[in-house]
């Protein structure tokens, strides 16, 4: 079965320090991979998706992920993080036969500190 | 501004009682969808849409129906509330010609009491 696992409930990195975020699949392909994220009372905004070729992707707000097939990853990175980064992220497999399914992950929850 | 929009924003309603949350968006995406946000589990599908005509059920349909009158709107009817039933609800859509990326509202939290 379909999953996504961010093994990272809650992380706090101080400001300036760069940043990881974990994220694992189970899919019996190659699917779409994207992670979102969402600031306290709002919807999801789309931070960045791989869908095929270069497995290093970059996003907006200076985010990039990269896709390890080998270990089924998709870990999203940032190399210095801002106070306004702190927020919710979220994982998520599209399933590359039927556009319309995704498979979410629980999230992680980023603290800034000053 | 393309996109889409939740009403109410939040609502406190009473066990037993039918409420109907409002999702409309102006993008002319084929698919929509009704997720439900709860601590520590994710969004978790509740149903969704293809296209105009047709609806589906997600992962936790039970207590929930949907509509597709027209491909802008997507309501989420609670026909007797209960308060498992409180969360924080988003609507989305997508398009295949999008390649699949999500696009959300802004939610709509909803307490059952």
């Known amino acids: 079965a379909q999953s996504v696992t961010q093994p990272d409930i809650h992380i706090t990195v101080s400001e300036g320090a760069s940043l990881e975020l974990r994220c694992n699949y189970s899919?019996?392909?190659?699917?779409?991979l994207f992670w979102y994220v969402q600031s306290p009372g709002q919807g999801l905004q789309l931070l960045l998706k791989?869908?095929?070729?270069?497995?290093l992707v970059q996003g907006i707000k200076g985010f990039e992920a990269e896709f390890k097939r080998s270990q089924s990853s998709f870990n999203l990175r940032k190399p210095s993080v801002h106070w306004s980064d702190a927020a919710e992220y979220f994982c998520?497999?599209?399933?590359?036969?039927?556009?319309?399914?995704?498979?979410f992950g629980s999230g992680t929850k980023l603290n800034v500190k000053p | 501004i393309a996109g889409i929009t939740q009403a109410p924003t939040s609502q406190i309603l009473a066990a037993g009682r039918r409420m109907t949350l409002r999702c409309t968006q102006d993008?002319?995406?084929?698919?929509m969808y009704w997720y439900r946000q709860d601590l520590g589990l994710g969004l978790r599908l509740i149903h969704y849409?293809?296209?105009?005509?047709?609806?589906g059920k997600g992962e936790v349909p039970d207590g929930y129906s949907v509509s597709r009158a027209n491909t802008d709107d997507f309501p989420l009817t609670l026909a007797s509330a209960v308060p498992s039933q409180t969360s924080v609800y988003f609507c989305?859509?997508?398009?295949?010609?999008?390649?699949?990326?999500?696009?959300f509202g802004a939610g709509s939290r909803l307490t059952v009491l």
């Open positions: 989305a859509s997508s398009d295949q010609a999008g390649a699949n990326v999500l696009t």
């Open positions: 899919y019996g392909a190659t699917p779409y």
């Open positions: 791989y869908f095929s070729g270069d497995t």
């Open positions: 998520a497999v599209g399933d590359v036969y039927n556009f319309n399914k995704f498979y």
């Open positions: 993008m002319r995406h084929n698919a």
């Open positions: 849409s293809n296209t105009a005509g047709t609806t």
